[in-house]
């Protein structure tokens, strides 16, 4: 039998929750895939622990003061260690990378994204906020280059599966099912006080400390909801949010007919992850099967928008286009961090969104260096108000 070639992976991010978990899905199935570039913000020591176990070509750590331990620990191995942003958004245009892996969390992932899909590199979307903050820009230079943005994020990967065979059937809806977090049922009065530690603890989900609060927070849905837009290429009216408890049914798509098509399984990660770098395969996993006789009722609610005003805030700026997506961004960035060091409340997050929202300077058709500076003054306006 001939050995068939094994995809090369990129991780960006290789020490976060998605990160640690597409680890899981390559040593599962060593013979399709191998790694070939690890990156890591800060934590060196998982990095290197990673390193030692999958034997990257590349390891790189964005936080260059960590630079000489990482290599110093590596010094045995075969292994190109380099520090930066910079070197990130390099590497990830070697020529043996066959699939990029996003999986950095917020603003950070945007230029390294870009410089992958320049390289023509299949890109495994994990970090939702380069299509919130420059989702245009995304999706006009996918297109020049041909390139492939298979999504990581569970709700887009059941659209795409969703889409498979429909060739130009147009979408007449998405229906982005959301879990509603864990304060779903909470009163206004009980989100004044609700704690980091209450906000860390996901129903259904595994997921990172950011990911976790916004969806706490429901910014995660919209985020999201301005995800689809831009990976699907469907107006903002054509996605509508329901809350889903469950989370078993993680997503669907209305055609003009009215069928609907839905993605289900239970909420594991790794089904994604491993969809996106198998792509268009399908590969035999270990992971427990759904059993519907566990689930016998599947309920759906309608978002209570005045209570997590956050998916409100996404609809408006997603409607107003422009850099306010990237305003929205970046000021909740700022207070979901403030709000992990106990500085803000809950219901001040939205408060502090809001009105950075309202401050910053709006940019009707942003190129990547409006991006750049929006960021940074929406940052700047967030931090003064907590
Ligand atoms: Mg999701």
Request: net charge negative; charged share 25%.
């Amino acid at each position: 039998m001939t050995e068939k070639k094994r995809k090369q992976i990129a991780i960006l991010g290789s020490t976060g929750s998605i990160g640690t978990q597409a680890l899981q899905v390559i040593k599962e199935h060593a013979d399709t895939f191998e790694v070939y570039v690890l990156t890591a913000n800060n934590q060196v020591d998982l990095l290197i622990a990673q390193a030692r176990e999958f034997l990257p070509e590349i390891v790189v750590i964005a936080n260059e003061d960590k630079y000489l331990y990482l290599k110093e620990a590596l010094q045995d191995l075969p292994i190109k260690v380099y520090a930066g942003e910079d070197a990130i958004s390099q590497v990830v245009q070697f020529e043996p990378i066959d699939i990029v892996l996003t999986a950095m969390v917020g603003y950070s992932g945007l230029k390294p994204t870009i410089s992958a899909i320049k390289a023509g590199k299949v890109i495994a979307l994990s970090n939702k906020e380069t299509l919130v903050v420059g989702g245009e820009l995304i999706a006009k230079l996918a297109l020049e280059n041909k390139t492939p943005i298979i999504p990581v994020d569970s709700e887009h990967s059941a659209i795409y599966q969703c889409l498979i065979g429909e060739l130009d059937n147009p979408i007449e809806k998405i229906i982005l099912t959301a879990s509603g977090g864990p304060f779903r049922t909470y009163s206004n009065e009980q989100l004044r006080h609700v704690t980091k530690h209450q906000a860390l603890k996901h129903p259904n989900w595994d997921m990172g400390a950011k990911v976790t609060i916004d969806s706490a927070s429901m910014m995660n849905k919209g985020f999201e909801m301005i995800e689809a837009k831009w990976l699907f290429d469907v107006e903002p009216e054509q996605i509508e949010v329901i809350v889903h408890p469950q989370s078993i049914i993680h997503s669907m798509v209305q055609f003009q007919d009215s069928s609907i098509k839905a993605q289900l399984g239970l909420p594991d990660m790794r089904l994604p992850i491993q969809y996106a770098l198998a792509y268009p395969e399908r590969l035999h996993a270990s992971f427990e099967r759904l059993d519907f006789m566990k689930y016998s009722s599947l309920t759906f609610e309608t978002p209570d928008m005045e209570k997590f005003r956050n998916l409100a805030f996404a609809y408006e700026a997603i409607r107003k286009g422009g850099n306010m997506p990237c305003i929205l961004n970046a000021a909740n960035e700022i207070v979901v961090a403030a709000f992990l060091q106990e500085k803000i409340g809950f219901l001040q997050m939205s408060d502090i969104i809001e009105q950075t929202m309202h401050e910053v300077g709006f940019i009707a058709s942003p190129k990547y260096e409006d991006y750049v500076q929006t960021d940074a003054e929406a940052r700047v306006k967030a931090t003064e108000k907590l």
